[in-house]
Nanobody, 115 residues
Framework: VQLVESGGGMVQPGGSLRLSCIASGFTFSNYAMSWVRQAPGKEPQWISTIKSSDGSTYYADSVKGRFTISRDNAKNTLYLQMNSLNAEGTDLYCC?????????WGQGTLVTFSA
């Protein structure tokens, strides 16, 4: 299993970013996929999940209404559109295979905030 994230970078508070995660080594379309973020020195925080069966989506309350998870099974790619980003500091965003149990994680892509 390989998960490779991209799309992070520096953003102003209130700005937007779109993260991508390219999956390989498994049948992407058969699995729920999730996004998780982790601030330095803190526990990982679940952000969002998208099911494989019907594309149902789920969000943490902290991002609901601002973030949108989606997937393109033909491209084996998971996305996270993030709008109205809060200046919460530096976070590492990782995609993960699975939902209740996260079986594999990518290395992550870093999101930082400019003044």
């Amino acid at each position: 299993v390989q998960l490779v994230e991209s799309g992070g970078g520096m953003v102003q508070p209130g700005g937007s970013l779109r993260l991508s995660c390219i999956a390989s080594g498994f049948t992407f379309s058969n699995y729920a996929m999730s996004w998780v973020r982790q601030a330095p020195g803190k526990e990982p925080q679940w952000i969002s999940t998208i099911k494989s069966s019907d594309g149902s989506t789920y969000y943490a309350d902290s991002v609901k209404g601002r973030f949108t998870i989606s997937r393109d099974n033909a491209k084996n790619t998971l996305y996270l559109q993030m709008n109205s980003l809060n200046a919460e500091g530096t976070d590492l965003y990782c995609c993960a295979k699975g939902s209740e149990t996260l079986e594999a994680w990518g290395q992550g892509t870093l999101v930082t905030f400019s003044a």
